[in-house]
């Protein structure tokens, strides 16, 4: 690998099969940049004009119960929705449209509007897990539901619309473009090897150990040999797991304490707050099995030199393929060394 360290290169990411263009003569340490103040807003742990603190009323009108812990309701201005009726629309086999059903939900994880998910506690953050779990298996029971997403916009670089800390949920009937690519990776894997792609490369990652940044008995962290992002992290279940609701009561608490873990790691990179998007890719729902899914959560961090630097995907990005300066090897290296400071 050492030949390519200063060499532009391009690494294949076995999950999408797709590129990445990854260019480190141009900056091997991202640290060394200039580092700007934070924004640094102090925000109370209640707010009256929020529309997710307990109590207040939401943009749609509806008024939140006043909650102690997560609290979750139907998206007010869901982008799909339940009732509409299925129809496929084509000409020529050049403009095709199909409609699409599905329910969208908002989940708030604490009645605290002052908290990162983060900074939140490892108990507070499992009762988050646990609905996370139970909403893929419920939305994913409903009939015709295919794809459970569950994700997080945090910070206002990210387009979250609101600082309290939230995340949304949306199911619908078919499996969106990303974790398509990777069910087709997934299974062509299984198929050619008669293996999991994600525990074949774990052990792989695990045996090499320079992109990993913090491991429990149930998850590992590492950035993924083709992370596009300047701090892409990936969460990978360690045991064979396809979904959320598979995982024992003790993996759920390894879960929790490892998402604090990495957020808390993120918060030191730069001055906090450490802006991102972040969500899980779990298997189809609809009752097949699909053993070649394995459990994952994807972090995208845009921030690249300082709470104000961020990577742009622009140009060469949106025109030919993702490109990143900084290797992933130099960033699981510092995220390892933050992620192992006690907070
Ligand atoms: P972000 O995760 O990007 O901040 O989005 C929050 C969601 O919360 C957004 O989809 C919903 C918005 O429609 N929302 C409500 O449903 N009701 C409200 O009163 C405020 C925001
Ligand atoms: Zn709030």
């Given at each position: 690998?050492?030949?390519?360290?200063?060499?532009?290169?391009?690494?294949?990411?076995?999950?999408?099969?797709?590129?990445?263009?990854?260019?480190?003569?141009r900056?091997?340490?991202?640290?060394?940049?200039?580092?700007?103040?934070?924004?640094?807003t102090?925000?109370?742990?209640?707010?009256?004009?929020?529309?997710?603190?307990?109590?207040?009323?939401?943009a749609?009108?509806?008024?939140?119960?006043?909650?102690?812990?997560?609290?979750?309701?139907?998206?007010d201005?869901?982008?799909?929705?339940?009732?509409?009726?299925?129809?496929?629309?084509?000409?020529?086999?050049?403009?095709?449209?199909?409609?699409?059903?599905?329910v969208?939900?908002?989940l708030?994880?604490?009645?605290?509007?002052?908290?990162?998910?983060?900074?939140?506690?490892?108990?507070?953050?499992?009762?988050?897990?646990?609905?996370?779990?139970?909403?893929?298996?419920?939305?994913?029971?409903?009939?015709?539901?295919?794809?459970?997403?569950?994700f997080?916009?945090?910070?206002?670089?990210?387009?979250?619309?609101?600082?309290?800390?939230?995340?949304?949920?949306?199911?619908?009937?078919?499996?969106?473009?990303?974790?398509?690519?990777?069910?087709?990776?997934?299974?062509?894997?299984?198929?050619?090897?008669?293996s999991?792609?994600?525990?074949?490369?774990?052990?792989?990652?695990?045996?090499?150990n320079?992109?990993?940044?913090?491991?429990?008995?149930?998850?590992?962290?590492?950035?993924?040999?083709?992370?596009?992002?300047?701090?892409?992290?990936?969460?990978?279940?360690?045991?064979?797991?396809?979904?959320?609701?598979?995982?024992?009561?003790?993996?759920?608490?390894?879960?929790?304490?490892?998402?604090?873990?990495?957020?808390?790691?993120?918060?030191?990179?730069?001055?906090?707050?450490?802006?991102y998007?972040?969500?899980?890719?779990?298997?189809?729902?609809?009752?097949?099995?699909?053993?070649?899914?394995?459990?994952?959560?994807?972090?995208?961090?845009p921030?690249?030199?300082?709470?104000?630097?961020?990577?742009?995907?622009?140009?060469?990005?949106?025109l030919?393929?993702?490109?990143r300066?900084?290797?992933?090897?130099?960033?699981?290296?510092?995220?390892?060394?933050?992620?192992?400071?006690?907070?």
């Open positions: 690998m050492d030949v390519w360290r200063g060499n532009p290169h391009r690494r294949l990411n076995v999950l999408t099969g797709e590129y990445v263009l990854v260019s480190p003569h900056a091997m340490r991202p640290w060394l940049g200039q580092v700007d103040a934070a924004p640094g102090i925000r109370p742990p209640y707010d009256p004009s929020c529309s997710l603190c307990p109590g207040n009323e939401r749609g009108g509806a008024r939140n119960p006043d909650y102690a812990g997560t609290f979750l309701f139907d998206n201005f869901s982008a799909l929705l339940p009732g509409v009726v299925s129809e496929r629309w084509e000409r020529e086999n050049l403009l095709v449209a199909e409609t699409e059903r599905g969208c939900r908002v708030c994880y604490s009645p605290r509007h002052d908290l990162t998910l983060g900074e939140m506690e490892t108990g507070a953050i499992r009762k988050v897990v646990d609905v996370w779990g139970d909403e893929y298996a419920e939305l994913g029971a409903l009939p015709g539901i295919r794809h459970v997403q569950i997080e916009n945090c910070g206002a670089m990210m387009g979250a619309s609101n600082p309290h800390p939230h995340g949304q949920i949306w199911a619908e009937e078919k499996i969106p473009n990303e974790p398509a690519k990777e069910a087709a990776c997934q299974l062509r894997h299984r198929e050619e090897r008669h999991c792609l994600l525990c074949d490369y774990l052990d792989l990652e695990t045996r090499e320079e992109r990993i940044v913090w491991k429990n008995e149930s998850f590992t962290a590492l950035v993924p040999f083709w992370a596009v992002w300047p701090f892409e992290v990936m969460l990978v279940a360690r045991p064979h797991r396809g979904s959320l609701p598979e995982l024992s009561s003790s993996e759920r608490d390894d879960l929790a304490e490892i998402l604090r873990r990495i957020l808390r790691a993120y918060d030191k990179v730069f001055d906090a707050p450490f802006p998007s972040m969500g899980f890719h779990q298997k189809p729902t609809g009752g097949q099995d699909h053993p070649e899914w394995h459990l994952h959560a994807h972090f995208y961090p921030l690249l030199r300082s709470t104000t630097i961020r990577k742009f995907m622009v140009g060469y990005e949106m030919a393929q993702p490109q300066d900084i290797t992933p090897e130099s960033s699981a290296e510092r995220l390892r060394e933050l992620a192992a400071k006690e907070s």
